[in-house]
């Protein structure tokens, strides 16, 4: 099969440094772009980019010449990575100009006619993308992946919103260093200590699970009925955030029941098997004290979450830890996953 | 005023090393007598503990030498830090023989006749004193401190519970590595990571506070009506615990009421002026980002606790950060803070 | 005594910071100007300056209006905690105007006619002041202090070259994070990880101590001849340079004799007892795993350097481990310590 | 090829896991016996080992059940994780009894007639096999592999002691925490930390190189002649030990050559393609900031050695940043190219 030409929006930063790694012998897209601010066009992305994510840059993009993120790079599909302050009129132009976008921005996460899309758990929302076009009259569309913390809470939570319905969710985050990007977080703001809060990112994951939940009514989703309350927190972590949960239940269930809707759990991109589908979304550990971002965050190739410590809770129903890779499933591989649907179910063709 | 002759037992590890620390140039208790293991016993303190408080062992104490744990020690009050596999007997042995005992250990906290006492929040539980002698035929007493995670928890949310009442507690701690005691964690388990779960911690996070909320009814404590739910962490901070909290109200508040009703506060130890008593129990941090470990530890000589982010929880009423000195306020300075009441309402005479 | 009224130029970065801490209640001095860069000045400092050093802001700056760097600052010195690309001509323009400048820049360190001054080392190079003052034609003054590494170096070092000689040194050092100043380092880059390189460091401890240890012969500093070899790296620690040094002396030595050079050592500061001077300039630890960044950075306030690990070198001659707290005596406390000693010395008036 | 089946002594500690690690799936190698302490021997694999490297125990063994470290063991290649309170005696008793013993234990490295070996640098020190079994009447043997410290560094400076010979070393180490094994040094010891002493460790980087580099004159290793210094440390790092280094050379030698020397070296096992030989024993990197622990690590799978930073030193004549992977080249991973050597040049058959 011939890979699909892809570029990449913003492709010098951090989460675009994890597209690059991530789409380096990606079996159905090739990159041919890279696109990123002015002050990079031109260079090659070896002098452009400041490598922070694992290994090396990949050969393959070493030399290639970064582009300034305009619609006219040569490729159907790209994948944003943008700071929120430029990727909402960029990622526009692009759509208007018949690409499509699979970004990481949360410019237009709330847009009613923009899906917000998890493969696993709301992949019918990609029904609005006809109603974007047409009512934009765009060529192209954009499709957004959620914020890392709301991700793997979604996705953690969804076989039992199936099973046992929700009512309420208490998620208290412990998120690690890259969630910031780079530079980021201070070497001295956090060293021997914790900081308790990152600027919107509570308002993030009280508001996007209600729209990822939401149903698909006509051309509207409704938001799903259920209350969030979300602290949130920076540890020194280098990958991996960690979020202790409570849930409301709206029906009983046993732990058995909820071990195994969560251990049972698979879903669309698994069945299409989509590449970059973990094949256990939910990976359950069993010890007393996991999981642990550093020992468990690589699960699934950082596309699976890692949940522990299932039991009952006194003031909500059940709690909970879950685990996911903030980098990975959290931005570039949840990104890269929605477009591998896009891509299954028509819509790049 | 002559100073009252004071030991500790499990003088060489580290909350052992914290009563030294905070004792030395106390105004009212003074250090005769060092207690530990047989190991121990027969070297100076210098030669047998591994100081590992910050500063240097007080000069005092260095030349002491270590007696063992047996009720022959000269002082009329004894503080324990022992480990709980030993702390039972012993402290039973010289509460029998005479001694006031102020305890840092788990192991008599829930006997129905022992004060598990902050006195800021429920000095008349002193009155279990009498029914505890009676009882048991002894000449002197035990009283206890909470666990460290929850002696920041009830004090923070002491001035709610008087103005407004406690319906449910949600909290997620994120615990400082001093709480493990010495060696503790390993370096390698920590760095790059968070452990979620601390054996025997949730449950007494759970279950102290109804005893301490609870009201002396002739001879019994009848625990307090509200629901507590913990989840419990271990991260890389030296110092302070922090807890991110939901509660549940009785009545409604304002925020500004809430915010008032924690800066108010004041209680019988700042009444009588005892010397570990912080002027403010309660410190509120208005800006957003605080309380921080690192920061806001060592607020009122570490036995204030610190809270900010006092604001509206979509699930529960109301959420808010507290940090407290797990060492200080949730350890060895509790146990002295008790003695000090101890002292002041006549029960060392 | 009236204290002499004293300004900051760069009062709001971290070491204006520690100017600002160390200054409070300081007996000599008072702070009655703090100048900053435009986009500070006009604003209150507690506004201007994000407070990253332990504690809180002194009461007595909250308040106080932010000033650009001007020279009509209501004070006769000022210390410059300004960044190098601005110390410059600012410094310059202040001694022009008639001003003291205790300066922690680089800038004027390499200057022939202008101090760079460890008052325990080298007090008599003051005479360049008289030097400077006539042939710049300058009502006023600069004096530097060293960078951090060589301040603790050179301090550690000096009873050594007074009693034996010193022939060549090779310095390891493991520099603290708060040498990067604020936000310096990002923490991602410094987890798990160290840092083998900090650009300019290794050229400025390869040069300064040859100035600092030079004679003054006339109007000129002549080098003192040692060589000097410097591999620099960054940890993550948050204050306290270590270094690991050999050294090659000159003339014969025991280790009793290195030893009690080391403790031994007293100076010019602790005669006219200055009062940031530390009254034991270095101590000697004799414990096999002294010193430690986080255990002995305190000592003397900050103000002294602490050694250990004094052992025979199988290649140079001998070997040893020194430690200094880098933003107290390798900056603000140094800059300090040498404006008391201009003040002792008749320079001020 | 059949595969030769090997035993692990001391299978349950990091070290062991390590071998257990590394050896699943090697082409030459099959484990057939995990045997560690009294306390484990019975258990399955899985109970008896607590894991703390990375990843999940290799499925192959999680059943096998640990036996006791008995010279009865299904293999005939044994390699040793056990500690040096217990190495000595039981090493001797398998290779009295037959088994080849490649040990990663000190306890033998200086014996005349055992090999301290690194393939790379003195494979011609299995000489010694012979003289060791005659004079001791074995039918087995025991290798031994240096210390991480000593590894990295001697298999580094090679190149350059073959081109222009070495007169002096000076190594600054800075050692991370996988180096003390599990649990090893406190959490709380090491946060905000450096520790400047690691008992033994200066010792043996002292001494092993002498022997490795020595010349086999006949029965005997006549010691190389070289000096060396050597400051151990410990430091906040997950694994990769980093050293800083300067060295004086025999011979004149510039910055290319010596850059030449390092990259293109190659020696036997690269020669005999052993399955655990890096293509590149020495990996130079040219930016000014390499090796980093984080990032360098891993490099040739944790074989290579990654060196930086090859600059003139004022004091030796020449310095440089050396890394390598301390738990695989320096230990686990060294020991099994060892037996790879052994294997190839035929002492196992």
Same mark, same amino acid.
């Given at each position: ?8 929006l913003g ?69 944003s990575a943008l700071p929120a302050?430029e990727a909402g009129?960029?990622e ?11 970004s990481n921005a949360r410019n237009h996460r ?34 957004t ?8 809470? &979604?996705?953690?939570? %969804? @076989?039992? *919103?199936?099973?046992?319905? $929700? ?6 985050? =412990? ?107 939910? &990976?359950?550990?069993? %010890? @007393?004290? *996991?999981?642990?971002?550093? $020992? ?6 950082? =596309? ?46």
């Amino acid at each position: 099969m011939e890979r699909i030409p892809v570029g990449i929006l913003g492709a010098t930063g951090m989460v675009g440094q994890w597209f690059v790694k991530l789409l380096a012998g990606h079996p159905w897209f090739e990159i041919t772009a890279l696109a990123a601010s002015a002050r990079s066009a031109g260079k090659t992305y070896a002098e452009a980019a400041t490598w922070v994510v694992p290994g090396e840059p990949p050969k393959a993009v070493r030399e290639m010449v970064v582009e300034s993120c305009e619609p006219h790079l040569p490729c159907r599909l790209v994948f944003s990575a943008l700071p929120a302050e430029e990727a909402g009129p960029i990622e526009e132009a692009f759509a208007a100009a018949g690409y499509a976008v699979s970004s990481n921005a949360r410019n237009h996460r709330y847009d009613p006619d923009v899906p917000l899309l998890i493969p696993e758990v709301n992949p019918d929302h990609l029904g609005l993308i006809e109603v974007q076009k047409r009512r934009r009259r765009w060529q192209g569309f954009i499709v957004t992946c959620a914020n890392c913390s709301t991700a793997q809470l &979604v996705l953690a939570l %969804e @076989p039992l *919103r199936r099973a046992f319905g $929700l009512r309420a969710i208490n998620v208290v985050t =412990m998120q690690a260093l890259s969630g910031a990007g780079y530079p980021g977080v201070p070497g001295l703001s956090i060293l021997d200590n914790v900081i308790p809060y990152i600027p919107g990112e509570e308002e993030k994951v009280e508001r996007e699970p209600k729209k990822i939940w939401g149903m698909l009514q006509g051309e509207e989703i409704a938001e799903a009925k259920v209350e969030i309350s979300a602290h949130c927190h920076r540890v020194a972590t280098r990958d991996g955030h960690l979020e202790a949960v409570s849930v409301a239940l709206e029906r009983e269930a046993t732990l058995e029941e909820i071990v195994a809707a969560l251990e049972e759990f698979r879903s669309l991109p698994q069945k299409l098997e989509l590449p970059s589908a973990p094949a256990r979304p939910i &990976v359950v550990r069993k %010890e @007393p004290d *996991r999981p642990q971002p550093r $020992l468990d965050r690589e699960e699934g190739g950082g =596309m699976s979450v890692v949940v522990g410590r299932v039991r009952r809770c006194p003031v909500l129903d059940w709690k909970l830890e879950i685990l996911g890779h903030n980098t990975v499933r959290g931005a570039a591989g949840g990104a890269i996953l929605n477009a591998e649907l896009l891509l299954a179910q028509g819509y790049l063709s």
